[in-house]
């Protein structure tokens, strides 16, 4: 995704003076594209993440279109003060986006996991929160927030993420996509780099009878209501998301169902626990440590189907 970022850059950069990319002593073997052809409509700050921020603000004050950039606790849990009160409360059209989602950096510990950032973006005002599946939902994504009057968060993987898509989706803000569907024994609502995992999954579970849907909740806030509720009086539900299973999809699933008085079939949230890593390992390690595997979601579903 990062290199789907570079390029969408350079796209809006060619047709928008104002665009500016900040970033906190990041980018390196990324941005070096928009470094020589754009200079001035680059800017790294340094380890300065909370003044980052307070840049990003002030520029998108003078009118300038800004775009964030930097490893995901870095770019919300460390400014977030600054978040909270030069870009949310200004209502500014302010894009930040983190990359390394979830528990991509798996080698460099729990400094570098990002697992508690929709949490805190989702609970900012005028905040959209965005967890693309793959490139080109994050390509249309860069689209949407190159056009919004408020502030954006977006969490990207670290790099070469499997496509979901074989092309740019007809995407819109708060409306998920149905990107698998051979049946309604179940539902899996998934976000981000889980995506992917949450339709092996389902193929898998295919194999053994059990056959349902798969959709990508690209957008948690706002959330899609309406067919989150339409699942609910029909099949079983289980989300899935490589964050805290607090204040994630899960909790935004979870407050939906419960302001609409709703409780499906079968419910089950798979995601990480409210608790930092113990053991260090890649990526997939750590995915298999914390039941996330494409594996250990098809069992535990199947295990609730019958």
Do not use: W
Request: with cysteine; charged share 20%.
């Amino acid at each position: 995704m990062r290199q789907t970022f570079v390029q969408k850059l350079m796209d809006l950069a060619s047709k928008n003076s104002n665009l500016m990319i900040i970033t906190g002593d990041l980018g390196y073997s990324v941005f070096e594209p928009i470094m020589q052809k754009y200079p001035n409509n680059f800017l790294n700050v340094g380890i300065a993440e909370q003044n980052m921020i307070g840049i990003a603000a002030g520029m998108a004050l003078s009118k300038k279109r800004v775009y964030v950039y930097s490893i995901t606790p870095f770019s919300t849990a460390r400014p977030l003060d600054q978040i909270r009160m030069d870009v949310c409360y200004h209502n500014l059209p302010v894009t930040i986006i983190g990359t390394g989602a979830g528990l991509s950096y798996g080698t460099l510990g729990p400094s570098h996991h990002g697992t508690e950032d929709l949490a805190l973006m989702r609970a900012l005002p005028n905040m959209v929160v965005c967890a693309p599946a793959d490139k080109f939902e994050f390509s249309k994504l860069m689209d949407i927030s190159s056009n919004s009057k408020s502030p954006m968060y977006m969490r990207i993987g670290r790099s070469k993420e499997p496509d979901v898509y074989m092309a740019v989706p007809n995407l819109k803000i708060g409306k998920a996509l149905s990107v698998f569907d051979e049946g309604n024994d179940f539902a899996i609502l998934a976000c981000g780099n889980m995506v992917h995992n949450s339709i092996k999954s389902a193929k898998l579970l295919g194999e053994k009878g059990k056959k349902g849907k798969v959709y990508s909740m690209h957008t948690l806030k706002p959330i899609d209501e309406k067919l989150i509720i339409s699942l609910a009086k029909k099949m079983p539900i289980f989300t899935c998301e490589e964050h805290s299973i607090i204040g994630g999809l899960a909790s935004a699933v979870s407050e939906t169902l419960a302001k609409n008085s709703l409780c499906p079939k079968k419910y089950h949230n798979f995601a990480l626990p409210d608790a930092f890593q113990k053991k260090i390992g890649s990526h997939d390690f750590l995915r298999l440590q914390n039941g996330l595997d494409v594996n250990s979601i098809a069992n535990k579903i199947l295990k609730k189907l019958d």
